[in-house]
């Protein structure tokens, strides 16, 4: 059974940083592109950044590009993303998500979410 | 203001069917493939259709999707209680080169 034990969630000051982390088990770990997805307070759902199988391409939403780092440990099965600068827009609960094949993105689909982790920023 | 828009609600009474729109353009829908995804209260989202018309394996075949140029929709026929939620469409948005989820719809169940 796939799973997913986020943590590193929690409250932050605007301006600091907080990185989250992603312990997944359950599949070949290194076989699958991973991403994250937040959802804000009474918002929709927002992709945030995305992962390749091998850690070496990366891709971010415009809001977190240059402050946010998304970051891969094949070895641990863990998925990580490091978020700096951080304002009151960002305050959401934060998914670990995993793609459904090895297929493009553009022909792919999230078909495990872990629980959520929640982050709040606030002074 | 998300690149693929879909209606904020839709209802229907036990039994009826629903149907969910999903529009966007030729540099994601069009030429990507189209996800859905139920989020129900207090849960983790839920894969519901991939691959624009593809069930999932214990997604019941009372959800359907369907893609059409630059739309796509999903279908619930059979409306129960259990399926009071937001629904979800996302497709890859090559503009962006990223994924763009729809805005979102409540269903509510009468």
């Known amino acids: 059974e796939v799973q997913f034990l986020e943590s590193g969630g929690g409250l932050v000051q605007p301006g600091e940083s907080l990185t989250l982390s992603c312990s997944a088990s359950g599949f070949s770990f290194n076989r699958y592109a991973l991403s994250w997805v937040r959802q804000a307070p009474g918002k929709g759902l927002k992709w945030v950044s995305t992962?390749?199988?091998?850690?070496?391409?990366?891709k971010y939403a415009d809001f977190a590009k240059g402050r946010f780092i998304i970051s891969r440990d094949n070895s641990k099965n863990t998925v990580s993303l490091q978020m700096s600068s951080m304002g009151a827009d960002d305050t959401a609960v934060y998914y670990c998500?995993?793609?459904?094949?090895?297929?493009?993105?553009?022909?792919?689909?999230?078909?495990?979410w872990g629980q959520g982790s929640l982050v709040t920023v606030s002074s | 203001q998300s690149v693929v828009t879909q209606p904020p609600s839709a209802s229907g009474t036990p039994g009826q069917g629903v149907i969910i729109s999903c529009s966007g353009s030729?540099?994601?829908?069009?030429?990507?493939?189209v996800a859905w995804y139920q989020h129900l209260p207090g849960t983790a989202p839920k894969l519901l259709i991939y691959n624009n018309n593809q069930r999932p394996s214990g997604v019941p075949d009372r959800f359907s999707g369907s893609r059409s140029g630059t739309s796509a929709s999903l279908a619930i026929s059979g409306l129960q209680s259990e399926d009071e939620g937001d629904y979800y469409c996302a497709a890859w948005d090559d503009n962006l080169d990223g994924l763009a989820f729809g805005g979102g719809t409540k269903v509510t169940v009468l």
């Open positions: 992962i390749s199988e091998s850690g070496d391409s990366t």
């Open positions: 998500v995993k793609f459904g094949s090895s297929a493009w993105y553009r022909y792919n689909w999230f078909d495990r």
């Open positions: 030729r540099a994601n829908i069009g030429n990507n493939h």
